[in-house]
């Protein structure tokens, strides 16, 4: 039986948006993984997944801020960003004339739901439903496995200062590689600022592992192990503190079922192993 793509090669037609700008990272990866690669037009420069995207295609955005004009040249059929941190950039493309799609996920089953939504906007909802079905399998996998594991205490920052805890889908993630977030009643705010933590709390919190991905910049290390609000927690006493790349963790796409659940159950394991010696 042909696939959605054979399909349309013997047909020589071609469903959908033809060229596509990509405004973060994970749309990219996942129309690559689709193998519709050919649409893409235009990408953000923190693209590094994968890593021949940024050799073929023009970069047109950071993630707050954009070049309106450079993408309008592109003559896209469509945008599409995350975010509301892109709402900004959204509206000036909307303005512009442009056809603008933003998601706005926030937890693990959204983010799976918006990356079938993109499949289906390509023509590609069955390549689609079959990589998303591979990743939830090895999430209930991982899931199953931790289930009677002793809980190591999460401590992530998705930011210094103001020190920021986990996103959701993250804070989700956390408790699937069987690790216990302790901001875990933050997760349900969508927005960053809401998320925002007093260091003498997390101290309080007594974490057993402390996970840096500070989006944007990387991780001070001495500033995080020399906290004075810290210096009594497993986590430093024990020296599992660890920063993990955004592109795998705070990008919501494949990457984060490819390599930032595997890397993230990893540390778990860590902080487990240093919490029985």
Same mark, same amino acid.
Request: hydrophobic content about 35%.
């Given at each position: 039986m042909l696939d959605e793509r054979s399909r349309r090669h013997q047909s020589g037609t071609m469903f959908g948006p033809r060229r596509i700008v990509c405004l973060t990272e994970e749309t990219t990866e996942l129309l690559y993984l689709l193998g519709e690669e050919q649409r893409i037009v235009g990408i953000s420069a923190y693209?590094? +997944?994968p890593p021949e995207a940024r050799k073929r295609h023009p970069v047109v955005s950071a993630f707050v801020s954009g070049s309106v004009e450079k993408i309008r040249r592109l003559k896209p059929d469509l945008v599409v960003g995350f975010s509301d941190i892109q709402a900004d950039l959204a509206a000036s493309l909307i303005r512009a #004339?442009?056809?603008v799609l933003v998601t706005n996920q926030r937890s693990l089953e959204e983010i799976l739901e918006s990356m079938q939504m993109l499949a289906g906007i390509v023509g590609r909802a069955e390549r #689609?439903?079959?990589l998303i079905g591979r990743w939830r399998q090895a999430m209930e996998a991982t899931r199953r496995s931790t289930e009677d594991q002793l809980r190591p205490a999460v401590f992530f920052q998705e930011w210094d200062e103001p020190l920021i805890s986990a996103i959701r889908w993250v804070s989700e993630l956390i408790e699937l590689v069987g690790g216990r977030d302790i901001f875990a009643e933050l997760r349900e705010a969508g927005l960053a600022r809401d998320r925002t933590i007093e260091p003498a709390e997390a101290g309080r919190r007594n974490p057993d592992l402390i996970v840096g991905s500070w989006c944007g910049k990387a991780m001070d290390h001495d500033w995080v192990r020399n906290h004075p609000d810290w210096q009594q927690v497993p986590?430093? +006493?024990?020296?599992?503190?660890?920063?993990?790349d955004p592109s795998i963790i705070l990008q919501p796409g494949p990457a984060l079922f490819l390599e930032g659940m595997q890397t993230l159950q990893s540390l778990?394991? +860590?902080a487990r192993r240093a919490m029985t010696q």
């Open positions: 693209t590094v +997944r #004339g442009l056809p #689609g439903a079959e986590a430093i +006493r024990n020296n599992q503190i660890y920063e993990m778990v394991d +860590r």
